[in-house]
């Protein structure tokens, strides 16, 4: 099992910025992607982002293409997510999360066996 600790959350008004980051304790070469996911209250689970560990691809949903980047450091086990142009609607908890995933299972929060604590993001004026 991987442990996985996030931070960076915190409150922002619309527009501003935000930088998640996310470190996996314990990684092993099968854990070859680390998602972003999030959760508004009385709402399912969303993909956010995706990302390899190999050579830093990075997979995102809609709503958040061209404002959020993912990125690794793989000497540190740590996957960033760099929001930006962040939107109200862009409130919930986001949980970073890993497995033994494949491409095709990237976007389906049911095939993370493993997830981060998660961290607030909250977007208000």
């Known amino acids: 099992q991987v442990q996985l600790v996030e931070s960076g959350g915190g409150l922002v008004q619309p527009g501003e910025s935000l930088r998640l980051s996310c470190t996996a304790i314990?990684?092993?070469?099968?854990?070859?992607?680390l998602g972003w996911f999030r959760q508004a209250p009385g709402k399912d689970r969303q993909f956010v982002a995706a990302?390899?560990?190999?050579?830093?691809?990075?997979y995102y949903e809609d709503s958040v293409k061209g404002r959020f980047t993912a990125s690794r450091d793989n000497a540190k086990n740590t996957v960033y997510l760099q929001m930006n142009s962040l939107r109200p609607e862009d409130t919930a908890v986001y949980y970073c999360?890993?497995?033994?995933?494949?491409?095709?299972?990237?976007?389906?929060?049911?095939?993370?066996?493993?997830w981060g604590q998660g961290t607030q993001v909250t977007v208000s004026s």
């Open positions: 990302i390899a560990w190999s050579d830093g691809r990075a």
């Open positions: 999360a890993t497995g033994r995933l494949i491409l095709s299972s990237l976007r389906s929060a049911a095939n993370y066996p493993d």
């Open positions: 314990g990684r092993t070469s099968s854990h070859r992607y």
